[in-house]
């Protein structure tokens, strides 16, 4: 599969090839907090209003918790009113996979990280300009890397 991912200058590159990361439930449990877990790899959602990241303004990065994929940048992050963080592109088209969810009696796209298909959100047209897209995520499902940290992002197949 290929996306961009982050040099050790922290610099956005690629597209590359990486491996799909597979993992177990135990497996992904042993690294994930129940939250988190019951999110990324149940499909859950947390409530809203209560994310760790809704009212984050910091400059830098919401990776993937589960691989450490980039996803979305600060400067695509808009306050919807949803109480979710929101966010109007991914990083990089490449990073963030969609599929057709027909639960709970609606249909919505579903959005997950390419590399190891956790669960995110959900993508709506409801967004602003300029893509008119709204990518609403869980908090649980990220974690956030300050801009002047990003290469601790690196991806051992950009050094």
Partial sequence: ????????????VGPIESAR????DEQWRAQLTPEQ??????KGTEHAFCGTLLDNK??????????????????SKFNSGTGWPSFFQ??????VATIV???HGMVRTEILCSRCDAHLGH??????KPTGLRYC???ESLVFCDQDDLPRLADPATA
Avoid at 4 to 9: D, G, L, Y
Avoid at 90 to 95: L, Q, R, S, T
């Fill in 137 to 139: 995520v869980n908090s």
């Fill in 90 to 95: 991914p990083v990089a088209d490449e990073n």
């Fill in 123 to 128: 993508v709506f047209e409801d967004g602003p």
């Fill in 21 to 24: 990361v597979v993992k177990n």
């Fill in 58 to 75: 910091r400059h830098g990065i919401y990776a993937c918790v589960c691989c450490g994929l980039p996803l979305f940048a600060s400067h």
């Fill in 101 to 103: 969810d027909r639960n």
């Fill in 1 to 12: 599969m290929k996306v961009k991912v982050f040099n050790r200058r922290g610099e956005l």
């Fill in 37 to 42: 877990f019951q999110v990324a790899r149940g």
